[in-house]
């Protein structure tokens, strides 16, 4: 069974920074974009970034360019992101997903919290 | 970047009844629209996507239309399960890169 399988949740102090993991497991995952997306307590679905494997780099969105980091490890099929400068804003369930005609492959979500 | 807007934010109906919900984008993006519904705490799930195209494994009882700037969702039948919230995204294939709409939550 394919599935996108995430790391357990954090919880981390303003300033800090952390870092969620999505492993690939169950089928091929080479050539498909994947997306982080995440989700603040009672709001919508927010786009972060991604990796595109036809460029081999990734894409961030513009809200977090410079406070984000999306990398990879083929050897594992996992892709990373790292957030940096963690605010209480920043208190959200984390998603991967994979793009192909939409997203249609989810991770199950990373929840973290960022208190003092 | 697409702005993706939806309407209604939030939605009562009863089971039974047929519902629509709207999303409108900021430009035209031809047929590359998803439509998923989501329930709290959990990862959303992908409906339709190329606007109108039934993902394996979903209802008939929801449908979508649209191109361009203008789409819909519709439930022809509510059942209970169907109690949840709803995005659209203008999306494209095989990129990260997406916008999202604001939701729909639907409620009894």
Same mark, same amino acid.
């Given at each position: 069974?394919?599935?996108?399988?995430?790391?357990?949740?954090?919880?981390?102090?303003?300033?800090?920074s952390?870092?969620?993991?999505?492993?690939?497991?169950?089928?091929?995952?080479?050539?498909? !974009?994947?997306?982080?997306?995440?989700?603040?307590?009672?709001?919508?679905?927010?786009?972060m970034g @991604?990796?595109?494997?036809?460029?081999?780099?990734p894409a961030y969105a513009q809200k977090f360019q410079g406070r984000v980091t999306i990398?990879?490890?083929?050897?594992?099929?996992?892709?990373?992101?790292e957030l940096n400068s963690l605010r209480?804003?920043d208190?959200?369930?984390?998603?991967? !997903?994979?793009?192909?005609?939409?997203? @249609?492959?989810? @991770?199950?979500?990373?929840?973290?919290?960022?208190?003092? | 970047?697409?702005?993706?807007?939806? *309407?209604?934010? +939030?939605? *009562? $109906?009863?089971?039974?009844?047929?519902?629509?919900?709207?999303?409108? #984008?900021?430009?035209?993006?031809?047929?590359?629209? #998803?439509?998923?519904?989501?329930?709290?705490?959990? $990862?959303?799930?992908?409906?339709?996507?190329? #606007?109108? +195209?039934? %993902?394996?494994?979903?209802?008939?009882?929801?449908? $979508? *239309?649209?191109?361009?700037? %203008?789409?819909?969702?519709?439930?022809?039948?509510?059942?209970?399960?169907?109690? #949840?919230?709803?995005?659209?995204?203008?999306?494209?294939?095989? *990129?990260?890169?997406?916008?999202?709409?604001?939701?729909?939550?639907? %409620?009894?």
């Amino acid at each position: 069974q394919v599935q996108l399988v995430q790391s357990g949740a954090e919880v981390k102090r303003p300033g800090s920074s952390v870092k969620v993991s999505c492993r690939g497991s169950g089928g091929s995952f080479s050539g498909y !974009a994947i997306a982080w997306v995440r989700q603040a307590p009672g709001q919508g679905l927010e786009l972060m970034g @991604g990796f595109i494997p036809a460029l081999e780099r990734p894409a961030y969105a513009q809200k977090f360019q410079g406070r984000v980091t999306i990398s990879t490890d083929d050897s594992t099929s996992t892709i990373f992101l790292e957030l940096n400068s963690l605010r209480s804003e920043d208190t959200a369930l984390y998603f991967c !997903a994979r793009s192909a005609n939409g997203f @249609g492959l989810w @991770g199950q979500g990373t929840m973290v919290t960022v208190s003092s | 970047d697409v702005q993706m807007t939806q *309407s209604p934010s +939030t939605l *009562s $109906a009863s089971v039974g009844d047929r519902v629509t919900i709207t999303c409108r #984008a900021s430009q035209s993006i031809s047929s590359w629209l #998803a439509w998923y519904q989501q329930k709290p705490g959990k $990862a959303p799930k992908l409906l339709i996507y190329k #606007a109108s +195209t039934l %993902e394996i494994g979903v209802p008939s009882r929801f449908s $979508a *239309s649209g191109s361009g700037t %203008e789409f819909t969702l519709t439930i022809s039948s509510l059942q209970p399960d169907d109690f #949840a919230s709803y995005y659209c995204q203008h999306y494209n294939s095989y *990129s990260p890169r997406c916008s999202f709409g604001q939701g729909t939550k639907l %409620e009894i």
